[in-house]
């Protein structure tokens, strides 16, 4: 047994999930992060595809709870990222020093060679296959490189209609513990954080996407009308960095 698979056996077995997930379903998000960080000095990643979401766990874990070690953030690079996505990464990245991660899948480093081998809508014909191949085999490989025994995301449970029995707490098929730290936060809470605290984010959130990950798997859906706080925060929302620690 290698000392991973012994310390993922160990995660499933002195962790009482049930009764943690009770207790972090009235828990704030930062100080279930900090449970984290307390509980995970090594071998925590966060995994982040830089939606609106992610962005306030990544502000969270940097502006308020400073760890000695920064957590690599592992992105996913499906070769059909928007490319605001990837500038809007590219921009982020130096203002919270990530300690950023990209994978994206073994000897595809082009659109063109994965197209070359798949055709060119591979997840017009086969949707499982393309996810697999683009998402999940790479995230698995980060995970594994990683050394990850836990790792962040930033999944809430009103996202979408797959996500509306998610757990704070959940254990992946590895046996590594998969943290949502907003599963419980509804999107008004992530945008009330994200205008409090002037925390940047994708520019196409802006233009209709509530949830963004890749091209052939995100949609356009208009927003719903905000409340009057958050319509105020957004009339002085700062577009520079805007992070001061």
């Known amino acids: ?48 595809i830089f939606n609106v979401d992610d962005m306030v766990i990544t502000d969270m874990l940097y ?14 690079d499906t070769l059909y990222h928007f490319p605001e996505t990837l500038a809007f990464i590219s921009e982020i990245e130096p203002c919270y020093d990530l300690e950023l991660k990209v994978y994206t899948m073994a000897k595809m480093a082009t659109r063109k060679a994965f197209e070359k081998s798949y055709g060119k809508a591979l997840w017009q ?14 995230l698995e490989q980060g995970l594994k490189d990683l050394g990850a025994i836990a790792y962040l995301t930033g999944r809430r449970r009103d996202q979408m209609t797959s996500h ?14 998969k943290i ?9 809470e992530t945008w009330a954080y994200v205008y409090e605290h002037e925390v940047r984010y994708n520019p196409l959130h802006d233009q209709g996407y509530p949830y963004i990950s890749d091209r052939p798997t995100t949609s356009l859906i208009p927003k719903p009308v905000e409340d009057e706080t958050l319509k105020r ?8 960095c805007g992070i001061r620690f």
């Open 1 to 48: 047994m290698t000392n991973l698979t012994a310390t993922l056996g160990q995660v499933h077995t002195n962790l009482d999930l049930q009764e943690l997930n009770r207790r972090f379903s009235h828990t704030h998000p930062l100080h279930i992060i900090g449970w984290c960080l307390q509980n995970f000095p090594t071998g925590l990643v966060q995994a982040s």
């Open 63 to 76: 502006r308020y709870l400073c760890p000695e070690q920064k957590i690599p953030v592992l992105f996913v």
């Open 125 to 138: 014909n086969d949707l499982e296959r393309f996810m697999t191949l683009t998402r999940r085999e790479p």
């Open 164 to 177: 509306h029995h998610i757990n704070v707490l959940e254990l992946d098929p590895m046996g590594r513990l």
């Open 180 to 188: 949502n730290p907003l599963a419980y936060w509804r999107g008004r």
């Open 233 to 240: 925060w957004r009339g002085s929302h700062k577009t520079e």
